[in-house]
C-alpha cells in the first residue's frame, strides 16, 4: 500500500504545481494522514525533526518587538512553535 500511496502523493504534488488556484490544503492533509497510517500499520517508525535555528530565528522575529518583548496574545509565539513542528513531522 505505501508504493500506491507514494505515487498518488507524486501525482497530488503535480496537480498542486499545475493548478495552485484548485489546490486545498485539506487534500494534503487527508493524503499526510493515511500515509502516516499506513506507516503506522507496517512498524516503520519516523524520525522526529525538530527545527533549524533559522525557523527559529523567523518565528522568533515575527513574534518580538525590537525589544524583545514578545507582542503574541494567548499563546501565540508558542502556537507558532508548535504549527510549525506539526507541519515537519505529520
Known amino acids: 500500500m505505501t508504493e500506491l500511496l507514494r505515487r498518488a502523493w ?4 503535480t ?7 484548485n489546490w ?6 487527508v493524503l499526510k ?3 502516516r497510517e499506513d506507516l ?10 525538530g527545527l533549524t535555528d533559522g525557523e527559529l530565528d523567523a ?3 515575527q513574534h ?8 503574541s496574545p494567548n499563546w501565540g509565539y508558542e502556537r507558532a512553535i508548535e504549527d510549525k ?3 515537519k513531522n505529520t
Not at 15 to 21: G, N, V, W
Not at 64 to 71: D, S, V
Request: net charge negative.
Open 15 to 21: 496537480f498542486k504545481q499545475a493548478y495552485p488556484e
Open 33 to 35: 494522514d493515511l500515509i
Open 64 to 71: 518580538h518587538n525590537q525589544y524583545a518583548e514578545c507582542e
Open 85 to 87: 513542528l506539526k507541519e
Open 59 to 61: 518565528i522568533y522575529l
Open 40 to 49: 503506522k500499520m507496517s512498524g516503520v517508525k519516523l524520525k522526529w525533526v
Open 10 to 13: 507524486n501525482a497530488l504534488d
Open 24 to 29: 486545498h490544503e485539506e487534500d494534503e492533509q
